[in-house]
């Protein structure tokens, strides 16, 4: 965390922040499992900070995901990643 004494990086750091923070649509989203990178997952799950699923559905961790099925879209992200990865092997 940076304090950015005299720069402004706290105050910008906070603004994206508060960006991250308002979820995305009340759709569908809130019946699925996501995809989010494990370390992120980790530490929203300690310090209760949202995450960005790939999908782009912000949300604080809070359940069990194995109740849920996992995002068609955060899905096929997910697989999409995998692909370009495996053409360039």
Sequence with gaps: MSFGFGTGTAVDEKVREDQRTVPT???????????????????AMVMGTPVVALCGKVWVPSRAPEK?????????AWENMKDDA????
Excluded: M
């Design 86 to 89: 495996g053409d360039d092997a």
């Design 68 to 76: 849920y099925p996992v995002c068609p879209e955060c899905k096929d």
């Design 25 to 43: 649509d009340d759709g569908d989203h809130e019946r699925f499992s996501h995809y989010v990178e494990k370390d992120k997952l980790t530490e």
